[in-house]
């Protein structure tokens, strides 16, 4: 029997709560009758504000509250940002669907300076993100890396406060919450790589929820499926979290798959690359030899492998 109303568990930051209203309006546009609601929660990876994500125990930070509410049965689905979804999920939880992906670029955001060439010597950027750190500290070896954690909200607040003379955030983030005016310029591939599943909205449920996971597939885009299965293959591969400095750009045009993957050192900005292609239907095969390239340079020194 079809469930006549879907919950959708999700995080209380204006991003997740936009994400999850974006998929409970497309899954009452596919199917009409069905109602959908929203549980807001807090999580552990909200909470801890203090302490880079790596420090706390990673990504999965973000999850746990809201597969238990699952598991209890007090939601149905869980909507994330992918690339907060560690490479290995839970047992008992599929990601029936990965919606259309948007902008995967970063975004160099700054009240004063145009681009990251144009920060003066010394000057304070703020970022959390090994992978980002790993890689402005390539390009610009003088610049003083800072933490910055919270929401994108917050983190534009302590720019504009000072404390920052520039912050890098994903473009995507920053689109859905209306504020692309703050992107002063893209920080893009293929020079500059983002995480794995960068700007990729997916959406969580129980492997045991057939009637659910039907409804939920409706709105998954195989295209971007192919592309993040990749990323997130070669992630795995290098023992994938958040705590490793990793990035990843698969495309995927008429001649099938091209994924490019980084792996970096936050504090000498040196950076490996890999790149290859495959046919379609060889994503994870594809992001596995990508991951094995990065190895065979040595990337292991960098993952504390
Ligand atoms: N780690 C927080 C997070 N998770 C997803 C996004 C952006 C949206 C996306 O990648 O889909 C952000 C904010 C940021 O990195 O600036």
Redesign the pocket.
């Known amino acids: 029997m079809n469930p006549s109303t879907l919950r959708i568990a999700t995080r209380k930051s204006a991003?997740a709560l936009w994400q999850a209203e974006h998929v409970a309006a497309l899954l009452r546009a596919a199917h009409p009758g069905l109602a959908v609601e929203l549980v807001p929660m807090s999580t552990r990876g909200d909470e801890i504000l203090d302490q880079p994500l790596a420090t706390i125990g990673g990504k999965g930070l973000f999850l746990k509250e809201l597969e238990v509410a699952m598991l209890e049965g007090r939601a149905d689905l869980a909507v994330h940002?992918?690339?907060?979804v560690p490479a290995q999920l839970e047992p008992g939880f599929t990601l029936p669907a990965m919606l259309p992906r948007?902008d995967a670029a970063d975004a160099f955001v700054s009240n004063d300076w145009a681009d990251l060439a144009a920060l003066p010597h010394g000057a304070r950027v703020g970022t959390s993100?090994l992978r980002r750190q790993a890689q402005l500290r390539a390009l610009r070896p003088d610049l003083v890396l800072l933490d910055l954690r919270g929401n994108?909200g917050t983190r534009l607040g302590k720019l504009d406060t000072g404390d920052y003379d520039a912050i890098v955030?994903?473009c995507?983030?920053l689109e859905?919450l209306g504020l692309a005016a703050r992107i002063r310029s893209r920080l893009a591939a293929p020079d500059w790589l983002p995480?794995p599943g960068?700007?990729?909205?997916t959406i969580e449920a129980r492997s045991d929820n057939p009637a659910a996971l039907t409804l939920l597939a409706a709105l998954d885009d195989a295209d971007t499926r192919l592309a993040v299965t990749a990323e997130r293959a070669m992630n795995h591969a290098l023992g994938g979290s958040c705590t490793v400095p990793v990035g990843a750009w698969c495309v995927l045009s008429e001649h099938g798959l091209h994924l490019r993957g980084l792996v970096g050192d936050a504090a000498t900005g040196r950076l490996l690359r890999a790149e290859g292609s495959s046919p379609s239907d060889q994503a994870l095969t594809l992001g596995r030899k990508v991951a094995a390239a990065l190895l065979d340079q040595g990337a292991s020194d960098f993952l504390g492998l």
């Open positions: 991003l940002s992918l690339k907060d948007a993100s994108v955030l994903a995507a983030g859905r995480a960068q700007a990729a909205i």
